[in-house]
């Protein structure tokens, strides 16, 4: 059995699930399986097309996986779950984000819980939709850094303005920074962006102008408040 270890990813996930008795979790985009196989629910389900880990040594009644994109996994497979968890890491882009998100929200149960990691880039180059890009342009000031978030951040953006049923914060402490999502209205709710199509538009200085937005927060203050938003009566 291969030695999978956890990461600040599966410790955020467990103390979540154990928050609202998840018995469901769902990851896209698993790569190593590491955090994966370290989510202790009574069912995991894995979506990763181009797993690093030998997926059918895995297979049991608890701990499903499907080696495909998510896109295909959600128009086949995934009817026949419900979630209570989900990890959204699957690509770093933000249609395929917001894709993955709507789909899980579809198919997810009450007091479901989402984690969306890659929302907070960590400069201009890392929020470029094109990671090859993004490298590039960053080499061309003698930079190597390899880090690369995508446009995810945008996800928030739209989250923000188009669902006011549902409620968000961002850990900011305790490793990468990760958008948790979960139902509970947003009381004041003002959307700031107004079209889908300006958030098309958004780069890292939209971002970073709009931080506030994403309700930054320390990672236990986070993961309490998620809890006790998903377990809240009268929603
Ligand atoms: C950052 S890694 C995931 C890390 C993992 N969640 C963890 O915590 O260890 C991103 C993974 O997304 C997968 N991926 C890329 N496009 C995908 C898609 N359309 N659907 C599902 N997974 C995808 C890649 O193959 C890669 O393994």
């Known amino acids: 059995m291969a030695d999978y270890r956890?990461?600040?990813s599966s410790n955020r996930l467990n103390a979540l699930a154990k928050g609202i008795g998840a018995k469901?979790?769902?990851?896209?985009?698993?790569?190593?399986?590491?955090?994966?196989?370290?989510?202790?629910?009574?069912?995991?389900i894995g979506v990763d097309p181009s797993p690093l880990f030998d997926w059918k040594a895995s297979l049991n009644a608890?701990?499903?996986?499907?080696?495909?994109?998510?896109?295909?996994?959600?128009?086949?497979?995934?009817?026949?779950?419900?979630?209570?968890?989900?990890?959204?890491?699957?690509?770093h882009e933000y249609?395929?984000?917001?894709?993955?998100?709507?789909?899980?929200?579809?198919?997810?149960r009450k007091h479901a819980i989402w984690v969306i990691d890659d929302t907070h880039p960590s400069d201009?180059?890392?929020?470029?939709?094109?990671?090859?890009?993004?490298?590039?342009?960053?080499?061309q000031y003698g930079n190597e850094s390899q880090a690369w978030h995508g446009d995810?951040?945008?996800?928030?953006?739209?989250?923000h303005d188009f669902l006011p049923a549902l409620s968000f914060c961002t850990i900011a402490t305790g490793g990468n920074p990760q958008t948790l999502v979960w139902r509970q209205p947003r009381k004041g709710f003002k959307p700031?962006?107004?079209t889908l199509e300006a958030i098309g538009r958004a780069d890292y200085f939209t971002f970073a102008d709009n931080i506030d937005l994403f309700n930054l927060k320390p990672e236990e203050e986070a993961l309490a408040e998620a809890i006790a938003g998903a377990n809240a009566d009268g929603r």
């Open 192 to 194: 700031r962006f107004g």
């Open 6 to 8: 956890p990461t600040f």
């Open 152 to 159: 995810v951040f945008k996800v928030v953006l739209a989250l």
């Open 24 to 44: 469901t979790y769902l990851e896209i985009g698993v790569w190593k399986g590491d955090t994966f196989h370290n989510v202790d629910t009574a069912l995991r």
């Open 62 to 91: 608890s701990t499903h996986f499907h080696p495909m994109k998510s896109d295909q996994f959600f128009s086949s497979e995934a009817g026949r779950y419900r979630f209570d968890l989900a990890f959204i890491d699957g690509l």
């Open 124 to 139: 201009y180059f890392s929020a470029m939709p094109s990671q090859g890009q993004a490298f590039r342009g960053r080499a």
């Open 95 to 108: 249609q395929q984000t917001l894709r993955d998100f709507f789909s899980t929200l579809a198919l997810s």
